[in-house]
């Protein structure tokens, strides 16, 4: 395993001396642990940042955004029959503008 060599502040190093006592491990198990943290939570940011970015462009094209809409109302169908079920009513029948009674106190 490659050794990496860095120097702290004081205060950070107190702060990883205390962890490392409260979690009782090693100050380079504390520091793998962060730095394993660090690069997975860059690397979720970057991931949707880039999907973002995507929509934004999907979003822009008129066919992509006609299409989504399409797809979105086809879901809403399908969430409202299972919701009805659920609920022990027939798919696609009324529902009630205010529940019977409350469910919580």
Known sequence: ???????????????????????????????????????????RERFMAELVAEAHTAYADESIRRTALEIAEEGMVT??????????RKPGGSRATQPAEKWWK
């Open 1 to 43: 395993m490659p050794a990496l060599s860095l120097r702290l502040p004081e205060d950070l190093d107190h702060r990883l001396e205390d962890e490392a006592r409260l979690e009782q491990l090693p100050r380079s198990e504390v520091v793998r642990i962060a730095i394993v943290d660090y690069l997975a939570r860059r690397e």
């Open 79 to 88: 969430s409202n029959e299972a919701l009805d079920i659920t609920e022990g």
